[in-house]
C-alpha cells in the first residue's frame, strides 16, 4: 500500500510540475528557468549518488559519450522546448500531448531495437497519436492535416521526440550504469549546457526579476517533480514492476488537465477531455505488454 501512495504522489508531483512550469513560464526564459530547476537537481542527485556509493562513480569513455547524449535530448532539448512551449499553450494541453511518449518509444523500440509491437500495442500507439492530434486542433482534426498546429504545440510535440530518445538511448546505457548514476550525470551534463544558453539569453535579467513565488515553483518542480519523483518512480519500480507501477503513473495528464482547471482556471473542454481519454487508453495499451520504457515530466 505504502508504494501505490508513493506513486499516486508522484504522479501528483509530476502533475504539478506543469503548473509551477506554467506560472514561471510567463515570467522568465526557458533556459533560465530549465538551468535553475536542473542545477539545483544536479546538487541534489550528486549528493545522492556519493552516499549510496560512497563516492561519486567514475565513467568510461563509451559511459561519459551517452551520458552526453542522455544530457543533450533529455534535459537540454527537452526542458527548453518544455519551458518555452508552456509559455504558448495551456498546461493541461501540454500535459496530454506529452502522456504521448510511451507510443514513440514503443515504436523506436521496434525501428532501432528490432522489438515486437504487436496488435495490441499498435492500437495503443494509434489511439495515443489520434489523443494527441484532437488536443492539439482542439477537436478539429482537419487543422492538423491543413498542418494548422501552433508553434506551441510543436515545441511540446519536440519534447516528446527528445524524451523518446532519451528513453531509447537510456535503455542501452542503462545496462552498465544505474539509473541513479545515469540519471544524475546527465542532469549534470544538462544543466551546463543550459547554463552556457541561459547566459546568452540574459540569466542575469531574468534573476533579478523572478519573484518569490517563481522561486517557489522552481524549487517545487526541483525537489518533487525532479529529485522525489525519480527516487519514488524507481522505488516502485523494484517493489511492483513497471507495468503496475506506470499505471498510477499514467494518470499524471487527468492531474494535471484537474489542476490547471483549478489553479490556472483553464477550461476543461470537450476536446481535451476526449483526447486525455483517448492517450490514456492508448497509453495503458501499449505499456499493457512487457519490455517498455517509461517516460517523466
Known sequence: MKTYLKLWVTAMFWAGAFIAGKHVSD????FAIAFLRFALAAVLLLAMVRHHYGTLPRLNRKQTLAVLLLGATGVFAYNAMFFKG??????????????????????GSAVFFG??????????????????????????????????????????????????????????????????VAVGYSI?????ALGIAACFDGLGRDLSQATALDWLAIVYMTVFATVLGFVWFYEGVREIGPTRASL?????????VLLAWLFLHEPLTVSLALGAALVLSGTYLTNS???????RT
Request: one cysteine or more.
Open 86 to 107: 508552456l509559455s504558448l499553450i495551456e498546461a493541461g494541453r501540454a500535459s496530454v500531448i506529452i502522456a504521448t511518449s510511451p507510443a514513440f518509444i514503443a515504436v
Open 289 to 295: 505488454m512487457p519490455h517498455r520504457l517509461s517516460g
Open 248 to 256: 498510477c503513473i499514467n494518470f499524471v495528464p487527468v492531474f494535471a
Open 115 to 180: 522489438e515486437r509491437i504487436g496488435w495490441v500495442r499498435l492500437s495503443g500507439v494509434l489511439l495515443s497519436i489520434l489523443g494527441a492530434a484532437v488536443v492539439v486542433s482542439r477537436g478539429d482534426l482537419r487543422e492538423v492535416l491543413a498542418g494548422g498546429a501552433g508553434r506551441g504545440e510543436a515545441l511540446i510535440l519536440g519534447c516528446v521526440l527528445s524524451w523518446a530518445a532519451y528513453s531509447l538511448v537510456g535503455k542501452t546505457v542503462m545496462r552498465d550504469l544505474s539509473p541513479l
Open 188 to 192: 549534470v551534463a544538462g544543466s551546463v
Open 27 to 30: 515570467h522568465l526564459g526557458p
